[in-house]
Every structure is written in C-alpha cells, then in structure tokens.
C-alpha cells in the first residue's frame, strides 16, 4: 500500500477560523450548561448549536434532511471534535436541540454569549448599541436635501407631460 492511497484529503476552508472562534467564544460550553449534556446522546447540544453556526457561515442553503451532507468532505473532527460523524447531525437531533434552545430562551442565551464575547474580548462598554435588529448613523442627514430633489423631479415631469399635452394638442388641431 503506497503512503497516496492512505492519504484522505478533508476541506476545512474559512470554517477552521469559525469553529476556533465559537470555541474560544466558549459556546458549546454555555448552550451545554444551559441545556444540560444527556450521556446516552452521541452528540451534545452545545456541539449540534455549534455545527448549525459552521454550517451557516459555510453558506450553504439546503433542506435540515440534508445537513448532515454538508459535512461529509469536511474535517469534522477538526471543526466539531473528535469521535462526531456527519450521521449524528440528523434532523431529529437537530430539531430537537431547536425545540430545547427555545424552551430554554434565546434571548437568554443570547444575551449569555454575547456577555462572554464582551469579557473574552475586552470590549469597551462606554458606547453600546444593544438592539441588534437596527442601525445607527452619525453624521449629517441629506433627507431634506432628497425630499427638495423628489419634488423637483415630480413638477418637472408635470411640466413636461403639460409640454406634450400642448404640443400634442397643437398636432390635433392641424
């Protein structure tokens, strides 16, 4: 057997650089504490929760019946751990992980991570936007500058349709 026959070659991509961050983030820890780890699983939820984030930042658009596929040409246990098979990320597990993050509170577990990211990273709190659904703008508005533009724009093209109503008005006249 030559030494290119024992070789297996694994993608990891950008997907190292993620699952390095959510273990240095410690979220598999959290959503473990949080939902208790069951011995009889082959797969925590805390990991499960992590190989969603993975597979999220793989953009990678499939059905959650596929999931497990995505993982196949990937060094999972490089990304996941040791002793984790694509297999073991089913739908049935994964949803069932879905259906305990929400039990438990996802804001919850949000605002946890989120608290850690803060403490790991030393992020200074002296200005903070806490509503992640919206944006923040500092500078100068230009919104009374556009409104001026759209209502010149609209009598403009008044004017011309009263143009072409005119000159049409003459052609029909002759």
Known sequence: MSYLEEIQVKNLDHLGIVAGLIDEIGIVKIINNKLGIDVREKISAGTVVKSILINGLGFVSRPLYLFSQFFQDKAIEKLLGERIKPDYLNDDKIGRVMDELYKYGLNDIFIEVVLEVIK???????????????????????????????????????????????????????
């Open 120 to 174: 790991k990273f030393k992020i200074d709190l002296k200005c903070s936007h806490l509503d992640s659904t919206s944006f923040h703008l500092d500078g100068e508005s230009k919104w009374e500058e556009y409104k001026e533009k759209q209502e010149e724009e609209k009598l403009l093209k008044k004017d011309q349709f009263l143009l072409r109503k005119d000159i049409l008005g003459i052609i029909d006249q002759t």
